[in-house]
């Protein structure tokens, strides 16, 4: 993932996940209290900060979502929960599970380097309400796609 993004990335300490973003009567937790929390402790060299949780997240406008970030921000987060086969009660499928993780931690990376949802379903940007989705689309940027991440984190290196 590193090499599509032109830069470099290093492993942080965990976080505990944020006591109020567990929503008991959905038993999923919040992604935007997870961002937040997330936000509070970016290093100060960081260029972007990526969250991966095991943790089902949902929004209050959506029954779940695979991950959130914010747009043209520093921070997105991704939950592997409904990417794994084991949470449709299939067998599990390590060599699927890692292109889905991929795409979502790219398209989350994406969204905070400004991308919008790609019309593209070949660009790992296309929006993907399903699991089905998830392995449909590309597994990497389309061109136009590629060229703004480009752009940006070439502009990252020259600051």
Known sequence: MADCLQTTVRTMPSLPVPPGSFEARRNQYYSTRILQEMLGDV??????????????LCIPILTYVFGEAQLG????????????????????DPPLFLSRVRKECLHELGHTFGLIHCTSRNC???????????????????????????????????E
């Open 124 to 158: 790992v940007m296309y929006l993907s309400n399903t699991v089905v989705d998830v392995d449909i689309k590309g597994r990497d940027f389309c061109r136009l796609c590629q060229t703004v991440v480009a752009a940006k984190t070439e502009g990252e290196r020259q």
């Open 73 to 92: 921000g520093t921070a997105a987060v991704v939950s592997l929960a409904r990417l794994r086969q084991e949470f449709y009660g299939v067998a599990p």
């Open 43 to 56: 290093p100060w060299d960081a260029f972007k900060v990526l969250g991966v949780t095991d943790k089902d």
